[in-house]
Structures are given as C-alpha cells and as structure tokens.
C-alpha cells in the first residue's frame, strides 16, 4: 500500500519494462491492493515572519546545484507507549535527505544532531541558506548558534504557513502514509530502524520523485 497506481507503473517503468497505470491499477484491483495516499489537504496561510529572521528562502523551492539551499523540519511519530520525535533536513536540489535524528525530546539537541550529519556527509560547505518553520528547535540560541559556526545562514517560514516549507510537509507526508505503520512502532529503536531503511532505499533508490 506505500504507493499509488502512477508510482507502480513509474517504478516498474523506470526498471526497464514498459507498464500504464491502468495496467497497475487493474492489477491492484485484482491482487486487493489498496493504496495508502490521503486526499489533498488545504492549509491555512499566514504572514507573521519573525521578527530577528526573515523568510530569505520565499518559497524559491528550485535551486540550481547541491548545497544551496537546505530545508529541515521535525515530526512526531509513535514508538513504545509514547510519541518519539524526527529531525530531517533535505537538500533541496534532489529533495534528498541528508542529515536524521530522532529522539524522545523536540529540542534543539535533535534538530542540532540532524543538521551536524547534514553538515559532516555535505564535506562541511559554506554560503548554505538553511529553511525551517519558527519551532522554538530553530529558534534558540544554541541552535543559532551552531548555524553561526557552520557560517550557514537561517531563514525562517512565516508563523502558520505550512506552504513556506512545503518540501519538507511533503517528505513527512509520504513517510506516514507509506510507511509507518498505522498503529506505530514497539520502540524507538524499531523506529528508527525502518525510518532509516525508507530514508536511505525506498525513498532516495527506488521511489520516483
């Protein structure tokens, strides 16, 4: 159920076989293949941008080449008997992930952990803008700090506007609907062995973007 009836066919496409849509819905149907995407979703929109950092990013979501422009954001997911807590930051020029940390705690400690791998597997680049909403992960001074020592520099989604970081509301759209598990995960640990398997192959190798 990860994916749709369009994304079979672009998978099975791309390996070298030629195959519609239709062929993988009609097929879907026979084999009782239900896929897990939701409807569109309308967000609110809003204009309060910070008052220290502006939104620099602007929804300019097409950059030109690797280390740019860097978006991150952090999500909650089930682990055990309570809600556990997922820092990403993706390079917007493949949508790629380059940079994970997870952890019981939404602080800047996770969203710093998530954005050192990011920095250290990048070969530590400058002049990188980083994107993410106004949480208080990204806004405090440790985090700001650290953003100052990589000389990357921060910009921040307007308070309440989901589309001024939509690149990263659509990574953790596709990684609840066709991954977790509706019911969760066991532990932290069990999470984030399967988070990590989808970052690394389904969602970078094998899923089409």
Same mark, same amino acid.
């Given at each position: 159920g990860s994916a749709g009836a369009r994304t079979i066919a672009s998978i099975i496409t791309n390996s070298g076989i030629k195959f519609s849509r239709y062929r993988a819905t009609k097929l879907m149907k026979k084999l009782g293949l239900v896929s897990r995407q939701l409807p569109k979703h309308r967000y609110s929109k809003a204009a309060q941008e910070h008052i220290?950092?502006?939104?620099?990013?602007?929804?300019?979501?097409?950059?030109?080449?690797?280390?740019?422009?860097?978006?991150?954001?952090?999500?909650?997911?089930?682990?055990?008997?309570?809600?556990?807590?997922?820092?990403?930051?993706?390079?917007?020029?493949?949508?790629?992930?380059?940079?994970?940390?997870?952890?019981?705690? #939404?602080?800047?400690? +996770?969203?710093?952990?998530?954005?050192?791998?990011? =920095?250290? @597997? /990048?070969?530590? #680049?400058?002049?990188? +803008?980083?994107?993410?909403?106004?949480?208080?992960? =990204?806004? @405090? /001074?440790?985090?700001?700090q650290t953003l100052w020592r990589y000389q990357i520099k921060q910009s921040l989604s307007r308070r309440g506007n989901c589309w001024d970081n939509s690149p990263m509301e659509r990574f953790f759209r596709s990684l609840k609907t066709e991954w977790v598990p509706a019911c969760g995960y066991s532990s932290l640990s069990e999470a984030w062995k399967s988070i990590v398997g989808y970052i690394i192959r389904y969602y970078s190798q094998i899923r089409p973007h």
């Amino acid at each position: 159920g990860s994916a749709g009836a369009r994304t079979i066919a672009s998978i099975i496409t791309n390996s070298g076989i030629k195959f519609s849509r239709y062929r993988a819905t009609k097929l879907m149907k026979k084999l009782g293949l239900v896929s897990r995407q939701l409807p569109k979703h309308r967000y609110s929109k809003a204009a309060q941008e910070h008052i220290e950092i502006p939104n620099h990013l602007d929804r300019q979501f097409a950059v030109t080449a690797p280390n740019q422009v860097w978006v991150g954001d952090v999500t909650y997911v089930w682990a055990g008997n309570r809600w556990s807590y997922l820092a990403v930051v993706i390079d917007l020029f493949a949508r790629k992930p380059i940079g994970w940390a997870m952890s019981f705690s #939404p602080d800047s400690q +996770l969203t710093g952990k998530a954005l050192k791998m990011a =920095y250290e @597997s /990048r070969g530590k #680049p400058s002049n990188v +803008l980083f994107h993410s909403d106004q949480g208080s992960h =990204y806004t @405090s /001074r440790k985090y700001r700090q650290t953003l100052w020592r990589y000389q990357i520099k921060q910009s921040l989604s307007r308070r309440g506007n989901c589309w001024d970081n939509s690149p990263m509301e659509r990574f953790f759209r596709s990684l609840k609907t066709e991954w977790v598990p509706a019911c969760g995960y066991s532990s932290l640990s069990e999470a984030w062995k399967s988070i990590v398997g989808y970052i690394i192959r389904y969602y970078s190798q094998i899923r089409p973007h």
